[in-house]
């Protein structure tokens, strides 16, 4: 049923009148009751700025810098509005490991040195092995991301210490429900440890060593392929001799950082019957950490079952 026209005024004036004594009543600095700042916080990927997000809940305003999923993390240039993003930021979360060394530059030429910063790889304590290179990718290792989440509870209770109980709180809910991917890992280890995998980047490798899975992959081919370079004629012909040969049970394939050597490998592991298990750098849209890793972990269960 239509309004008349002078209930629609009425109406129109009684919402203005709520609007002026709102505006009056936040103007008033002794009523106490206005909604607190959010906390700013910078997530150097979307991967971390989802953590934020679970464990800040509203309380936080995040800006994750790198989140398009068709872009490789490894060659992200950052930009004026990040620069003013990280000048602005409470607390930072960044990866570390050379992943993202823009972070710390950035909030150094923004003269922000005030902001809690916290540093993935140096929470997870995880070294370069003997001879190798330092895996960076450390959001795949669980125990470091519930370490991680225990991090940002604290840094945001600093910022903001009403809602200190909240972060707490949120952060228990984020481990708990993080803690059967660890169980999924351990499973999977019962049923194929020792058996063998090829991966095109390292991305995966926490999640697959923690599976007891054992990497086969010629280290040139995947170093090459995470910094951008080609791949050796040699070395591309030792890691497809791994799939005709099936000296592996599956392939994680990097859909990331894909270029034509990674997606020969791709082709050969298919014309093997060699299960392609596709991971990414960062979240996919529409999908959460946890909502990701429970698909990821699923992913390699069911690729070695088969
Ligand atoms: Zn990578």
Known sequence: MPLSTSRRLALLTSASLALLAGCGSSSDSAGGTSTPARVAVVASTNVYGDIVRHIGGDRVDVTSIISDPDQDPHSYEADTQNQLALSKAKVVVENGGGY????????????????????????SGRTAPKGGELNEHVWYDFPTVAE????????????????????????????????????????????????GVAITEPVPLYMTEASGLVDKTPPAFSEAVEEGDDVSPRVLQESLALFSGRKVKALVYNEQTSGPQTEKAESAAKAADVPVVPVTETLPKGKDYLGWMTGNVDALASALAK
Not at 100 to 123: E, P, T
């Open 100 to 123: 993202d060394d823009f972070v710390d530059r950035m909030l150094k030429s923004g003269h922000n040195d005030s902001a809690a910063v916290i540093n993935a790889v140096k929470v």
């Open 148 to 195: 991680v989440a225990d991090r940002i509870a604290a840094a945001l209770a600093k910022a903001d210490p009403d809602g200190a109980a909240a972060f707490t709180k949120n952060a228990a809910a984020f481990k708990a429900k993080l803690a059967p991917l660890e169980a999924k890992e351990a499973q999977i280890k019962k049923e194929h440890g020792g058996e």
